[in-house]
């Protein structure tokens, strides 16, 4: 589950296979998966209500919406980015260098900051309300209970980041933990987000 | 989030929690104390689901509807199927049964993640206290448990508010339940212990929380869209916006179906534990048992639109539909036979445990028989939304779950209070449950067949004395819950002290004091490897701390 | 098991088979068959039954059987017999329940089938022009059942469209324009709903008719059906609707031709008078 890399002084065993190290490991990346799948569950409801009504109501004539592709090209260029962005800042901590750690998460969080504020720009440019017909509900509950993920993970990113700062933070190259379900939950969210610009503005 | 939970067992946080009577009052991360817990708190709203059922039979009693205005029973009948199923049911089988006995299984001190365990625990009391609130608040839901709109969004929107936010706390419990279920089997699993070895609870439990984990989250999200319809008036499930009702229907059916299984199929595990130790004989085919739960878990999700045949759905679809749930008699069918293959032979001991299992036994097939009926679309066209239907849900939730929790009490009890029940009062128990709850739901098959619909409180007059037979089947059942309770408390106090291990079973739990003390064994987790052993050569069975155990009764 | 009882228990079971077939055969647990699909419904029935009970029967005996020969006798002590698994027995309890299932599945196809749920979307004699703007109607059981019940080239069934409300159903006859709250078929013509509903899901039953469909908003659904037997039978809504679903109850007249045309006129004319 965690991503190994190469480096000096990491503890490769710890990271493969905890069981080893003590009597009761550390399951919680393991539960930690478990929810996001859980968590996935919900979305799939969301899709396929939303392609059983394309398929089901055929739209009517008047409530047809043309959805502008630019801004939802550029937020899926964003979360991808801060993907990888994240991904450097695990690297980084690896390493044990916790501010250049912090300065990835930061930028990570400058950019879920910035996805949110251009998914704000685009709400308040669409051509329909909430409440107009099913596909508009349906399109402001899709990305809007995304949203909500991404704002949940901004927040923790900033706490890891604060925890992360180097004296006495809490998250180290020994304790990386925190950042690593972070960086799960953050790839989750990614990876919905893929699906969703897929399903809502390319199908 | 689960990122602030401990490692597991930081052995002195339990070891600091209050002791003596208080720890069950507290927020106790003791698994043994939780799974109490669930069980006594699921014990007190099944009273509540009781006494509104036995509303909802007074007013049958009578052809019109006079014991209650119509939206009041609209309501009863609404709280009565939520706090059954949601209140009841499922954290019984689920919480109770398996917080108390999964780490006892797996060899371990604890659940996986104890804290977690604390949370979904306590998420329960306030929701159903939340759930019953609205009756006296402004009136509670009043359309049914499944909810469909247009009717949930054009009720008063208070109480079905309730019901959604109760739901949904109690779904996040059912969640958070699940996911520890899951890790506490597949990752806390003792050295040494494989997965084969498991007693068939675990993998029941595995399988159930497969499904919790897997569908609830879809009814999650059904219902707060639900709930933006009824706040924000928005379009999903209002036809004036293009929204379509049986899209609901479908969503909610996902979720639900697969909650019958996660009803019945810890029951299943439950029983599988208990037939063995009194029967003397180990558990018949235990291969084929796991395989067949696993195919009720995967069939489970394929099955949901039977609720549905006359919704409109196209025409391959309920032909789909009515074939994968038939299929699902044949996983089924194998555990039964294997249970019956448990009795053939054995040294049966008839007590309480004993007959409520095979109650179960009897009362499932028919139940499981009904809804393979109702699985054949053109039988179902005439009998849905019938008496029929409820007959045949009640044979399996009542028949089914509740005779197994009932036996899982007589055989568990000795573990969870160190006394043991009187027999006596369980026999009688045993047979006014058993004549009640055929005198109760028998008839009502009879009832759906020649047109009554549910959810009625006023009736065409013919069925009149139908009715009052079914509602008398109801008081015995309701009396029948006096001796229970009388032996419970009785016993807790006055019992005959069981010894450690009065059924001398050979599953782990038992292999320490009863009751456990607090971290499960004094020493190490003994390693179980055939925790069915019975009959066996006793030197063939090598669990590690099983030699004082006499084979001999 | 020893060898000398294999007569007795195939004697049992054949009892049984027998004794449950006879039973689903002779037993009446349905209300009069009023319509087509009904004589087709109580075919299924019967088998269903038949084949309920020989489980049914088969299992409890079973149990009840190894509780008392089994049980625990005073004194007695020690474990009963090891046996863990029996494949050959165990393939037979897996292969039984896959025949029946597939037995029922067919057969129950075939009922389907008979009862027209096969067959595509008919909706005779409606307005075709506004079925055509409406793609979005959907059928249930019967809802294309009319050619196959009408072979004697009789053409067209009689339309009747269907409005339900909380409480009421409505029944509009687009021929005459008639407007009733009870329905009136003549006895062996095949009759079309087409059903839709102003408010919240309603469903649309005739127990002796065996049939049912669900009467949802924005979405028309139509069923098609043919009485057989002149009488008054209950229209129930079987679907939770609000405070009074329990009242809301029609009723479907099922009378001989001449009846049926002599009601028919009367309430045409009645309606053509007024306006
Ligand atoms: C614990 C709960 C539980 C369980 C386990 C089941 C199990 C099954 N249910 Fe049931 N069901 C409900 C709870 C449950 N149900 C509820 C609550 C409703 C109503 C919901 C509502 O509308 O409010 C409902 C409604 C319901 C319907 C919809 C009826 C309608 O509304 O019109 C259908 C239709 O297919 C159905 C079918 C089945 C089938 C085929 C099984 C099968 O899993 C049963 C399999 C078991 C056996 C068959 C017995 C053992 C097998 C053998 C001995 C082998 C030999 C047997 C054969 C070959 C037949 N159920
Ligand atoms: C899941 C578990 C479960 C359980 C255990 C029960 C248990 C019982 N149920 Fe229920 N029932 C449902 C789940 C369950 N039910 C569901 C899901 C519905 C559908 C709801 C809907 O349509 O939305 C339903 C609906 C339902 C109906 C149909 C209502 C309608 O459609 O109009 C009826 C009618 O008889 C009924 C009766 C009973 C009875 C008599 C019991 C008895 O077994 C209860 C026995 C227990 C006691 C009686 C309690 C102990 C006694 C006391 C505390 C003393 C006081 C007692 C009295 C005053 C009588 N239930
Ligand atoms: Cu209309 Cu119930
Ligand atoms: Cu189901």
Same mark, same amino acid.
């Given at each position: 589950m965690t991503i190994l890399t190469q480096s000096s002084d990491s503890k490769p065993e710890v990271q493969t296979n905890q069981e080893e190290e003590e009597e009761h490991g550390d399951h919680r990346m393991f539960g930690l998966a478990t929810f996001l799948v859980a968590d996935g569950m919900t979305f799939a409801g969301f899709f396929a209500a939303y392609l059983t009504y394309k398929a089901v109501n055929p739209l009517l004539p008047d409530s047809i919406y043309e959805l502008e592709l630019a801004l939802p090209a550029l937020n899926t260029i964003l979360l991808l980015v801060s993907s990888a962005t994240f991904h450097r800042a695990g690297q980084a901590l690896k390493r044990n260098d916790s501010k250049i750690c912090q300065r990835w998460l930061l930028l990570t969080a400058g950019l879920g900051l910035a996805f949110l504020a251009s998914q704000m720009v685009e709400y308040f440019t669409l051509p329909f309300g909430l409440t107009d017909n099913v596909y508009a509900s349906t399109f402001y509950a899709l990305t809007g209970f995304h949203g909500l993920h991404v704002s949940l993970g901004a927040i923790m990113i900033s706490i890891v980041c604060w925890q992360a700062r180097s004296p006495n933070g809490r998250i180290t190259n020994k304790n990386t933990f925190p950042l690593e379900a972070a960086e799960l939950y953050w790839h989750f969210v990614d990876g919905i987000w893929v699906i969703l610009f897929i399903i809502l503005y390319l199908l | 989030m689960t990122i602030s939970i401990p490692p597991v067992n930081e052995g002195d946080s339990i070891k600091l929690q209050p002791k003596g009577f208080l720890r069950y009052f507290s927020f106790s991360l003791d698994h043994k104390v939780i799974g109490l817990q669930y069980l006594v708190c699921g014990f007190l709203f099944y009273l509540i689901g009781g006494v509104l059922a036995g509303a909802i039979r007074i007013e049958l009693t009578s052809p019109i509807s006079d014991f209650m205005a119509r939206d009041v029973y609209n309501q009863v009948l609404t709280l009565h199927g939520t706090i059954m199923i949601f209140l009841w049911i499922v954290p019984v089988v689920n919480g109770a049964f398996g917080n108390y006995l999964i780490p006892f299984y797996v060899g371990a001190r604890d659940m996986a993640f104890p804290r977690l365990n604390a949370v979904a625990f306590w998420m329960i009391p306030p929701a159903g206290l939340l759930l019953i609130s609205s009756y006296f608040i402004n009136g509670a839901a009043e359309s049914g448990w499944t909810a469909y709109p247009p009717l949930s969004i054009t009720t008063p929107a208070a109480g079905q508010l309730i019901w959604i936010f109760s739901v949904l706390l109690l779904g996040g419990s059912s969640i958070f339940g699940g996911i520890n279920f899951i890790a506490t089997i597949l990752k806390l699993r003792r050295p040494g212990l494989r997965l084969m070895n498991l007693p068939m609870y675990c993998w029941a439990m595995l399988g159930t929380s497969i499904l919790v984990v897997l569908s609830t989250p879809v009814l999650a999200g059904t219902l707060v869209l639900l709930s933006f319809d009824i706040v924000a008036h928005t379009g999903f499930f209002n036809p004036a916006l293009g929204g379509n009702v049986v899209v609901y229907q479908h969503l909610f059916w996902f979720y639900s179906h697969p909650a019958v299984y996660i009803m019945v199929l810890p029951a299943f595990g439950l029983v599988s534990e208990i037939l063995p130790v009194h029967c003397r004989k =180990?558990?018949?085919g235990y291969t084929t048992m796991v395989y067949s739960i696993m195919a009720i878990v995967v069939l489970g999700f394929v099955v949901w639109a039977h609720h549905m045949f006359t919704s409109g759905t196209p025409p391959w679809m309920r032909l789909f539909f009515t074939i994968a749930t038939s299929f699902i008699a044949v996983p089924t069918g194998i555990k039964f036979f294997n249970w019956v293959a448990t009795l053939w032979g054995g040294r049966i001991s008839l007590n309480s445990a004993v007959l409520f299992s095979c109650g179960f036994i009897i009362n499932f097939v028919l139940g499981g028989i009904t809804g393979v009926a109702l699985a054949q679309v053109p039988f179902d066209i005439h009998v849905h939304d019938t008496y029929f239907v409820v007959a045949h849900f009640h044979y399996i939730v009542y028949g089914g779950s509740v005779f197994v929790i009932f036996s899982s009490i007589y055989h568990w009890y000795p573990k969870f209070t160190g006394k043991l029940l009187n027999e006596n009062l369980g026999r009688i128990h045993f047979l006014l449950t058993f004549i009640g709850f055929n005198l109760c739901f028998a008839p009502q098959h009879w009832l759906g067949l020649n047109g009554m619909p549910r959810r009625v409180a006023e009736y065409d007059p013919q069925f009149t004395l139908v009715n009052q037979i079914s509602s008398a089947g109801a008081l015995l059942m309701a009396i029948s819950t006096l001796p229970f309770l009388w032996n419970v408390f009785y016993s807790a106090f006055k019992g005959t002290i069981a010894g450690d291990n009065p059924w001398q079973a050979? +599953? =782990?739990?038992?292999? +320490?004091s009863s009751p456990p003390p607090i971290e499960n064994w004094e020493g190490s987790a003994p390693l179980v490897t055939k925790p069915y052993g019975y009959g066996l050569d006793p030197k063939a069975i090598k669990n590690e701390s099983t030699e004082n155990i006499e084979e001999e009764i | 098991m020893p060898k000398s009882s294999a007569p007795l228990i195939i004697g049992l079971i054949i009892a049984l088979v027998v004794g449950g077939i006879l039973i689903g055969e002779n037993i009446n647990l349905l209300p009069v068959d009023a319509s087509s699909n009904a004589t087709v419904y109580d075919e299924l029935f019967k088998v269903l039954f038949s084949i309920g009970t020989i489980l049914f029967l088969g299992i409890v005996g079973l149990v009840i059987y190894s509780l008392i020969r089994f049980r625990r006798k005073p004194g007695q002590i020690g474990d009963g017999l090891a046996i863990e698994d029996n494949l050959p027995l165990e393939i037979f309890w897996t292969a039984v329940p896959t025949i029946v299932i597939l037995f029922v599945g067919l057969y129950s196809y075939d009922i389907y089938d008979r009862m027209g749920g096969m067959q595509s979307l008919q909706h005779a004699n409606h307005n075709s022009q506004q079925m055509a703007a409406n793609q979005r109607i959907w059928g249930g059981i019967g809802s294309g059942s009319i050619s196959a019940n009408n072979m004697e080239g009789k053409v067209g069934a009689l339309p009747v469209e269907v409005t339900a409300m909380q409480f009421a159903f409505l029944f509009h006859y687009p021929k005459g324009d008639i407007l009733t709250g009870e329905l009136h078929v003549p006895v062996g013509e095949p009759v079309s709903l087409r059903m839709e509903s102003k408010d919240v899901i309603h469903a649309f039953w005739v127990p002796e008719f065996r049939i049912k469909q669900d009467v949802i908003p924005g979405q028309p659904t139509i069923l098609n059906f043919t009485p057989t037997k002149p009488g008054r039978y209950p229209i129930i809504c079987a679907e939770l609707c609000g405070p009074y679903h329990g009242g809301m109850r029609s009723t479907v007249v099922v009378e001989e031709s001449n009846d049926y045309q002599t009601w028919f006129e009367k309430n045409s004319k009645d309606i053509t008078t007024q306006t």
């Open positions: - | =180990p558990l018949f050979l +599953t =782990p739990e038992w292999l +320490t | -």
